[in-house]
């Protein structure tokens, strides 16, 4: 589904549709197994929680359709039917809502992510830049009012009207063409009513300008314009750092695979390619990119990306390799199980996508004030234009005072209300060590009341640690000489507990066993018990045993320390009112371990991806709204999934792409996290409430015709500057201690 095609129709947010010639039929990026079809489009223009339902919605009403999943954050529309639906439908169905629709190109994503940002940035820009010369030339009319010539302010109102038509017609085109390619389709979306705020605004101030008048609402037009584009592009923003963690995972299995043909010659070939029962070579050193059964050869493999176990495991014939599994030491062959589409990989993929779907329907705070400002504030001016042309006034002077009612009411104490609390937040934490990645993620992670921290990497080290007991200084010198030949990670923590030293003569390694070598001409080995003979008797964590001679063998333990504040970042969240426990792919007794060391009674173990999923499921139907704490790809699914997530900085890019929030410094930035996230979502509510408050003064002093430029501009900026000094309160407040 790589293939790049043009689009299918046109697309609201200005792309220009394909001609009927050019158009590619659906059909040919149709995925089938048995009786099961998939289909990915990419959607262009879906803005905001009513497109995705909308979407949702007509597709799943097409017949035979299972599944119809639309993902807000990288325009990902995901489709599975069973029978025999004609796919054109399907795209039929979005493009007859006014979006535009294009086959699937993972190659090109990020780049068409990048393009918008970059041309949202650019309107933004202009829009600022002519704000502030339009506010410059009305401050001149404002301040001579009274005693400035007609002809003076008719000048400066034409000069303002010469700025302002360029800015509208360049800055305000991500609104105007969304609205013309819905209403073309007899529907309407949110850039519908602020294209015609915009034009409104703009022409009833040319209007006034031709005819002398008073005043012009030219600085209103762009300063909205400008406040608008803010809001357009940190949802940008937030959609690209989305798409990553999709993209990065995608690298991560777009590799290529070595297929032994028929006649044993190894060939190269792309993981789509791959069939069950396909015969694969794994060299040292590669990783697998499906599923497979081993079926000769013997090695390490390295799970810790598939599981958290931060230890290598031994696989030979006959065990499962999953996708993901890094081949450590010697060649192995291996039969695939699935395709790469039905892979550990795609599967966790899919988990991702379905994350980020859930994540897009969340609905900000932001997102229903608007939802009731809008509809509100619109049909007040419209009553208001009816009314007085009721009492009789003209429809001129009517047109005026509704047009003041709207633009009085401009939504900038609004707009900044959550923007400018999530800044200063989003400032704070950064001081702190914290990354915020979006900034609806401080509602979510303020409204959290119980985590689930995975283990290795992010409540421990993540490397084992050799327990100084049970041995002797001579026993670990002599070990040391063995383990030095070897990069095995306990094999490497043990030569490092014993310093530099010599390397053992004639030291051979045997995958999944040990090592074993010649001191002073005495034969020892250094591995499992099975290996150096001892009794096999169960230890609580990892362990090596040595053997030098005859003599009876060496046992030498090892832990993977917590890390050094994870004890008191416990405690903290504890305080907060936060209930925690550790769901880990690693083995029950580390685990328990951990968990014992932290007071934590509630712990899961040798947990896979899917069931890290279905842990957190099944504490979000009790009602739970978990935060995640993980590192590892085996993380990355819940991390999305999660109501809110957060990855240490030394986390795979695809867990941090996948996380609300990236921490470094340490556990001991969680409560801080919570903290402030708490007191941002308390501060943007007294905000909403105080631009309610405005509202409520400001509508009746516009539709009795009192709201001159003079007035719309000292209200504006008055309830803008109230916002900004309200979030400000957020570095103010000292942290308070728990």
Not at 53 to 67: D, F, H, N, P, T
Not at 229 to 251: E, H, P, T
Not at 420 to 441: E, H, I, M, P, T
């Amino acid at each position: 589904m790589t293939t790049a095609a043009p689009p299918l129709a046109g697309c609201p947010s200005g792309l220009a549709p394909a001609s009927a010639d050019a158009a590619v039929n659906p059909a040919a990026f149709v995925r089938r197994t048995g009786n099961r079809s998939r289909l990915s489009l990419t959607v262009r223009g879906a803005k905001c929680g009513g497109c995705l339902s909308r979407i949702e919605g007509a597709v799943s009403a097409l017949g035979g359709i299972e599944q119809a999943r639309m993902n807000l954050s990288n325009g990902r529309l995901d489709v599975e039917w069973t029978g025999s639906l004609d796919p054109q439908k399907v795209s039929d169905a979005v493009t007859a809502l006014g979006y535009g629709v294009a086959p699937l190109d993972t190659s090109e994503g990020d780049t068409a992510h990048r393009k918008e940002e970059r041309n949202l940035l650019l309107a933004m820009g202009v829009a600022g830049f002519a704000t502030a010369n339009i506010m410059l030339l009305s401050v001149s009319v404002w301040g001579g009012h009274g005693e400035m010539g007609e002809a003076t302010r008719q000048g400066l109102h034409a000069i303002s009207g010469l700025i302002a038509l360029p800015t509208l017609l360049f800055s305000g085109q991500p609104f105007f063409r969304s609205a013309l390619a819905v209403l073309k389709r007899g529907r309407t979306n949110m850039d519908v009513p602020i294209s015609l705020a915009l034009i409104l605004a703009f022409s009833v101030s040319v209007t006034e300008t031709i005819r002398g008048g008073e005043h012009a609402y030219f600085d209103a037009a762009c300063m909205l314009l400008f406040f608008l584009l803010i809001g357009r592009f940190l949802d940008a923003r937030v959609r690209r750092s989305a798409y990553a963690a999709a993209r990065d995972l995608a690298a991560l299995a777009n590799r290529t695979v070595t297929r032994l043909g028929t006649d044993g010659i190894p060939q190269p070939a792309r993981p789509a390619d791959i069939r069950p029962g396909d015969r694969i070579l794994l060299a040292p050193g590669e990783r697998a990119v499906v599923d497979m059964d081993i079926e000769s050869g013997a090695s390490e493999i390295d799970e810790s990306l598939v599981t958290g176990e931060s230890l290598p495991r031994f696989a030979t014939t006959g065990m499962k390799l999953m996708a993901g599994s890094v081949n450590l030491t010697q060649p192995i062959t291996g039969r695939a199980t699935a395709t790469a589409d039905d892979s550990l990989l795609s599967d966790i993929a899919r988990m991702l996508e379905a994350g980020e779907q859930k994540r897009s329907t969340y609905r900000r705070i932001a997102d229903k004030a608007v939802s009731f400002y809008v509809p509100i504030v619109h049909t007040t001016a419209l009553l208001t234009f009816i009314g007085w042309l009721l009492l009789g006034l003209g429809a001129r002077e009517a047109i005026l005072i509704a047009v003041s009612t709207l633009i009085i009411t401009c939504p900038c104490a609004l707009a900044l209300a959550a923007p400018v609390v999530q800044v200063v937040a989003a400032g704070r934490l950064f001081r702190s060590g914290v990354y915020l990645k979006s900034g609806d993620a401080l509602e979510r992670i303020a409204a959290c009341d119980h985590i689930i921290f995975d283990k290795t990497g992010t409540l421990t080290l993540g490397t084992p640690r050799l327990v100084p007991e049970g041995f002797t200084s001579a026993h670990l010198t002599a070990a040391a000489a063995l383990a030095r030949a070897s990069r095995h990670p306990l094999s490497r923590a043990l030569a490092q507990e014993a310093g530099p030293g010599p390397l053992a003569s004639d030291v051979k390694e045997t995958a999944g066993l040990g090592l074993e070598g010649y001191l002073d001409g005495v034969h020892c080995r250094l591995g499992s018990a099975e290996w150096t003979g001892a009794p096999a008797t169960q230890t609580s964590g990892p362990a090596l045993w040595f053997v030098y001679g005859s003599d009876a063998p060496i046992l030498f333990r090892f832990e993977d320390d917590l890390q050094a504040d994870a004890a008191t970042t416990i405690t903290r969240l504890q305080r907060l009112g936060i209930t925690a426990e550790i769901v880990s792919g690693d083995r029950a007794p580390a685990v328990a371990s951990a968990a014992a060391r932290l007071g934590l009674a509630d712990w899961t173990a040798a947990a896979t991806p899917q069931e890290k999923v279905r842990r957190l499921e099944a504490l979000q139907s009790e009602g739970k709204r978990v935060l995640m704490v993980g590192d590892g790809l085996n993380d990355a699914a819940a991390l999305a999934l999660a109501h809110a997530s957060a990855a240490p900085g030394g986390a795979l890019d695809i867990s941090q792409s996948a996380s609300d929030a990236v921490y470094a410094g340490g556990l001991a930035a969680l409560p801080g996290l919570i903290r402030t996230s708490r007191a941002a979502k308390s501060v943007m509510l007294q905000n909403f409430a105080f631009a309610a408050v405005y509202n409520v003064i400001a509508v009746p002093i516009a539709i009795l015709g009192h709201a001159t430029p003079l007035v719309a501009a000292i209200a504006m900026s008055a309830s803008s500057i109230v916002v900004c000094l309200n979030a400000l309160r957020l570095n103010l407040t000292a942290e308070r201690t728990t």
